[in-house]
């Protein structure tokens, strides 16, 4: 298969606002019927996600090579291997999700019972990223089948052998009429984004979040935007600076070659410790990746021209491109960029206000390292923050300090992988969470049902308004007891 | 001070960190209930003169309510600023996890003008006790609250971290112009659309409370008894809350018809009992509102269905409790939310079909239920979808701070009340941490099939499978 072609429309023919509205119908339509609600056909769809990537796991691992050359293990580890264990996760948990909590009911509403039941929010529209392509894909998918609904997923047209992949193997293991692929690019989003969803879930960029908020607000569509920003690292230095080098390296080059939402972005150290650390990274570098990078087959590729452009520009702005002290280095035929430190950019440039997204990374240095926290601070909240330390202050300091979707300390980016924990970000870096049951959640509506029944009355809440009525009133409200009490006699009868 | 300043200094307020603490939120929240302690009867003066409400009425949905709130949020605060751990699991790595809330920043609220002091303070609750700075932009269609609010709130509370900003539509565009961490608004679709679409541009999240055509359920009940005390709820979560003009007000009822003449000889009792007296109901809020509930009677077919009320005073701006049987479906009193006086019945055959009568409409913010059949509460909870669902009352679920309040679909997204007004203005930052300790170094590059099978063993939770393979045997 050719996967340099243009992605068509799923049966042929363009995949325009009529043809999006009458998808948009068909699944409401279905949606309406029931079908999606039971457990078994929950169930069904994860345990379908599940086969699909035992038996498909090298057709996976092809499309993710093809797409990003991305290194086995990496698409084992971060892509198949977590959607696998989230699906396992909601299998386990799915029936203890979908029962309604009950909660307690208070004096003022005595005698009652009240609950609060997870219903499923309709049909929803997924918008996925290109850089975990299988993953940004099927993990909000695996939320909202948990969740009941029917779903539009939209993969990005820039990993388009994963998008063909869906396309083509999906209908094989789930429910193809309730859950469905629409391949494409803008013309295509556009058009979905047309349409009244009853929840739409973008992983992306600020910019077309932007987009699809404003669409979403035409029809009052709830939205999750799983943007990025420029997720920092913080070093401090009575550390272990070979684990910590490491760690970064593997958060940075070892996740797509840096083009992940939480890699790191930047460094901030001290000015005296700053070349121990340049140090360290450089050896840990070379360890990894040889001393020449570009013969290593554990770093993704650049993915596609554009963002080769952008990134070498960004290092050959004149103020930047004096500050390298590792790397540099690039083919573009290969769209390899080496693995690239530089120390002390100008704050003002543009490697340094936008998000990099790619293998250089810069290193600030500063005075103190609390005055880190400043300098993040200056910037828009990112979807990540890091901070390498042992000095316990520290760490509460940059926990009640710095504001950002997720953190971690002395380590990078395995935050994601806890089920039990939300991911997403605040600010710039969205808004909205998932994986676990905060997937489950951020695509049901929690409905509250408050039963009463005819045991008593509180007639002192209605008309003819007395002054006794009134001080009965005050009182049920502050929760009296006796008041209750008396309200269930059903006192004052009148007057 | 024009905008910008009030802007920037907010923003500095939040920054140096002073909205933050536990003593400055329970702080501001005792000074929000020195309002309604002390201030009460400026407060029932001032809804006197927007709406004529009556203070019973007053005290029940503004002023108890917003003090019952304030008394569970000042006691809860600490706990909601706690961090909650979370679970572990080995594969994870991280030795401590947990979700600690932040303050969003800068919040806005807009506030509507049917409970302006009450649907003012509510959110204002959720976003002091979460460690937020403030604006509270109240409805200028309710202005003597709105003057009261600007002067109490800037007397009692820091006004240099809460705010109110008074004003019509063109402060209301002014603010949306401004990044905000976080905007709360209460209102219509209409300018829902208009906050959402603005909001969009500094990607700032929403929660929009909106209302919809809330109907009521309303069986066949065996017990006299039962029958009265339901219809009493009714006539109370009808007119009771400023004549109909409430987001959950019941909207109109839905009624076997060989129930309906019974019904209606019992809500035109209850009515006659309860409003014995003229300003025990409040007033259409003015005179657009008057025109637009007087121009749902007009056409002549909702007219002819009218069976109980009907008249107008123009003067007076006040509608009398009315009472329509089966107007036409199309008609606008039955497409668009009435928010207002207006009770239209609409009888079916049996009282099941009340279900697809409801599916087929846009998702209201509640759904109530007089029955006592328990099979068709189940069915009403399974098959249809509302914010909420109240069975035999109207109304009270307001009180309860342990369920969520909140719309879905054309009625809103976003909840609040209790805790729920915590989390809305809050950010539950994930925390995770390691330790430099255990290390493992197959994570690394150079990769290989043996660091790969080690790690697909962590990842299946294969100890044994680890072991092997970490000691060579695989």
Known sequence: MDYGEKPAAMDGGEFDGERAAEMEAEMREIFRSGKTRSLEWRAAQLKGLVRMIEEKEADIMAALDADLAKPPFESYLHEVSLVKSSC????????????????????????????????????????????????????????????GNAVVLKPSEVAPATSSLFARILPDYIDNSC??????????????????????????????????????????????????????????????????????AVGKWGCNN?????????????????????????????????????????????????????????????????????????????????????????????????????????????????????????????????????????????????????????????????????FGGVGESGFGSYHGKFSFDAFSHKKAVLSRGFFGEARARYPPYTPRKQKLVRQLLNGSIIAMFFALLGWPRSG | MELEGVLAELRGSFESGRTRSLSWRQSQLRALSDILHKEEEGIFRVLKADLGKHQAEAYLHEVGSSIKSLNHAIKNVKRWMAPTKAVVPMVAFPTSAEVLPEPLGVVLIFSCWN???????????????????????????????????????????????????????????????????????????????????????????????????????????????????????????????????????????????????????????TIRRFFVRPDYISRIINRQNFERLSNLLKDPSVAASIVHGGSLDSEKLSIEPTILIDPPLDAEIMTEEIFGPLLPIITLKKIEESIEFIRARPKPLVIYGFTNDEKLKRRIIAETSSGAVVFNDAIIQYLLETIPFGGVGQSGFGQYHGKFSFDIFSHGKAVAGRTFLIEFSFRYPPWNERKLQLMRSIYHFDYIGFLLCFLGFK
């Open chain 1, 88 to 147: 396992t996760f909601a299998l386990k948990e799915l029936k203890h999700w979908m029962k309604p909590e009950k909660v307690p009911a208070s004096i003022t509403t005595f005698p009652s019972t009240a609950e609060i039941v997870s219903e499923p929010l309709g049909v929803v529209l997924i918008i996925s990223a290109w850089n975990y392509p299988f993953l940004l894909s099927l993990s909000p998918v695996i939320g909202a089948i948990a969740a």
């Open chain 1, 179 to 248: 859950i469905r692929v629409v391949e494409g690019s803008i013309p295509e989003t556009t058009a979905l984004l047309e349409q009244k969803w009853d929840k739409i879930f973008y992983t992306g960029n600020g910019k077309v979040g932007r987009i699809v908020m404003a669409a979403a607000a035409k029809h009052l569509t709830p939205v999750t935007l799983e943007l990025g920003g420029k997720s920092p690292v913080v070093v401090d230095s009575n550390i272990n600076v070979k684990v910590a080098a490491k760690r970064i």
């Open chain 1, 258 to 422: 840096g083009q992940a939402c939480i890699a790191p972005d930047y460094i901030i150290t001290t000015k005296s410790f700053a070349p121990i650390l340049v140090d360290s990274l450089k050896r840990t570098l070379e360890k990894f990746y040889g001393k020449d990078a570009s013969e290593s087959k554990d770093l993704s590729r650049i993915v596609n021209a554009n963002h080769f452009k952008r990134l070498t520009s960004l290092l050959d702005d004149e103020k930047v491109s004096g500050k390298i002290v590792h790397g540099g280095q690039r083919d573009e035929k290969r769209l390899y960029i080496a693995p690239t430190l530089l120390l002390d950019v100008p704050h003002d440039s543009l490697i340094m206000k936008e998000e990099i997204f790619g293998p250089l990374l810069p290193i600030i240095t500063v005075d103190k390292v609390e005055d880190s926290f400043d300098l993040i601070n200056s910037k828009t909240k990112p979807l990540a923050a890091y901070l390498f330390t042992k000095d316990k202050k520290l760490e509460e300091k940059f926990v009640n300090t710095v504001s950002a979707g997720g953190m971690l300390i002395n380590d990078i980016a395995l935050h994601l992988a806890n089920h039990y924990l939300p």
């Open chain 2, 115 to 269: 409970f302006p002091i009450g649907l003012s303070l509510e959110p204002l609750i959720g976003a002091i006790s979460a460690g937020n700075a403030v604006v509270l932009k109240p409805s200028e269609l309710a202005p003597a609250s709105s003057n009261f609010l600007a002067n109490n709130i800037s007397k009692y509370l820091d006004n240099k971290a809460i705010k109110v900003i008074e004003g019509g539509p063109d402060v209301g565009e002014q603010l949306l112009e401004h990044k905000w961490d976080k905007i709360f608004f209460t209102g219509n679709p209409r300018v829902g659309r208009i906050v959402m679409t603005a909001a969009a541009k500094h990607l700032t999240p929403v929660v929009l409370e909106l209302g919809g055509k809330c109907p009521a359920i309303f069986d066949s009940l065996s017990s006299s008894r039962d029958r009265k005390m339901a219809v009493e709820r009714v006539v109370g979560g009808k007119w009771g809350p400023c004549s109909g003009q409430t987001c959950i007000a019941i909207d109109y009822l839905l009624v076997e018809e060989k129930f309906a003449p019974i019904l209606v000889d019992l809500l035109k009792e």
